[in-house]
């Protein structure tokens, strides 16, 4: 016999212990709260997983750059290199710029004409570029010497050009050469750097065999420049003397410092001084004698009177005498200075004038005696003027030529 169902009792799911009479909204997030849980672990799981690959990468990455960097850039077996410019520092020889490629000591622009009527080549030094400093990053004060070689003739300096690696010149000079020395005739250009009371630094040489050029047309073309190491030995002997002129005044003040590189076999070296006017003998100087030195130190200054109106018509000469195995007195060398000059002694006295009152001191290399002469006689033969025996004054060069003998 069945029993009506009794409406006061309630199905519990299995597994529970629910008290009769609880509501089902107490139970029912149970199932929630564990999916929650299981969410939280992966993510945390996910989370630590991150954590241990950055680890990882980060001390791959030290590793990697612990290496020597040229060590990665070199591949065995591989005929490119994958390094970049910013690897490798070059060397100053190895960089080239410039129209052609520059070589490691720069390069040099000049024109040659060779006139067979007067037998003479025509040398246009145009100008250089590239030209390596004195340091990194620095500059320099560029002049160039020009000769021919094997003829030990006429030499012509470019005034000096301050501050430039790339020195424009446009100075032009004449060597007078016979057609059948041409062949075997080489043209040398020396580029110095010039400093005033040190040696002057070589920069780079040009050997050009006139034989292996086409002197019938005009020639200009850029030439490299050779290490400096080519050129031949030159002249040694030079003196340094400091140059200060007052316009004021009128005073000019010659201080002969020392000379450097004269020969052993030369005895009692000292220095004679001339000032020459308008072409003509005015006064002369000289220093006393050192005995026993080839590197004589004078330290003796002297004063002239020159008016500023006549300072560009004078010419100073400084002429290094010594007794040679003769034992007679001959010129060593002499140097020629004034509006008349060229090279450094133009830049020289240019400089005693551009600083007034300042004594400018300044090493020069000698030059032969005969050479200097010749350029004094090449300005043209002196004026006539009245005999000693009319100007007793003029004995003691006390004044000037104009003012001893008044006409």
Not at 250 to 274: F, M
Request: aromatic fraction near 4%; hydrophobic fraction near 35%.
């Amino acid at each position: 016999m069945g029993h009506p169902p009794d409406t006061h009792s309630v199905r519990t799911p299995a597994g529970t212990t629910a008290a009769p009479g609880l509501t089902p909204d107490l139970t029912t997030p149970i199932p929630w709260l564990r999916w929650a849980l299981v969410a939280a672990a992966v993510v945390a799981g996910i989370l630590l997983a991150s954590c241990l690959l950055c680890t990882v990468r980060c001390c791959h990455r030290g590793r990697r750059r612990k290496r020597p960097r040229d060590k990665e850039a070199v591949v065995p077996g591989t005929a490119e290199l994958t390094t970049t410019t910013h690897l490798v520092q070059p060397e100053l020889g190895n960089v080239a710029s410039g129209p052609g490629g520059a070589q490691q000591w720069g390069r040099l622009q000049l024109s040659l004409e060779y006139n067979s009527g007067s037998q003479e080549i025509r040398v246009g030094l145009k100008q250089a570029a590239d030209l390596r400093p004195r340091a990194p990053g620095g500059t320099a004060d560029p002049y160039a010497r020009l000769s021919l070689s094997p003829d030990a003739g006429r030499v012509h300096e470019t005034k000096v050009r301050r501050g430039t690696l790339c020195p424009v010149f446009e100075e032009t000079c004449s060597f007078h050469v016979l057609p059948a020395e041409l062949p075997r005739t080489t043209l040398r250009v020396l580029l110095r750097d010039h400093r005033r009371l040190s040696q002057h630094r070589p920069m780079g040489v040009l050997s050009l065999p006139l034989g292996s050029v086409d002197l019938q047309h005009v020639l200009e073309l850029w030439h490299p420049l050779g290490p400096p190491a080519a050129a031949e030995p030159e002249q040694t002997e030079e003196l340094c003397f400091s140059l200060r002129y007052v316009p004021g005044s009128g005073r000019l003040t010659v201080v002969v410092l020392e000379a450097r590189g004269l020969s052993p076999a030369l005895a009692d070296p000292y220095v004679k001084i001339q000032l020459m006017l308008n072409q003509r003998k005015w006064k002369r100087r000289k220093t006393s004698a050192r005995k026993g030195t080839a590197t004589p130190y004078f330290n003796e200054g002297f004063t002239f009177l020159v008016p500023f109106s006549q300072i560009q018509s004078v010419d100073l000469v400084l002429a290094v005498w010594a007794r040679g195995p003769q034992l007679r007195a001959e010129p060593v060398g002499k140097v020629l200075l004034g509006a008349r000059a060229s090279g450094q002694p133009l830049q020289h006295w240019a400089d005693m004038l551009a600083q007034a009152r300042r004594p400018v001191a300044q090493w020069h290399r000698l030059q032969p005696a005969r050479e200097v002469d010749q350029a004094l006689a090449l300005q043209g033969s002196p004026e006539p003027g009245p005999p000693r025996a009319h100007c007793p004054r003029a004995r003691g060069n006390k004044r000037l030529p104009s003012t001893v003998c008044p006409s």
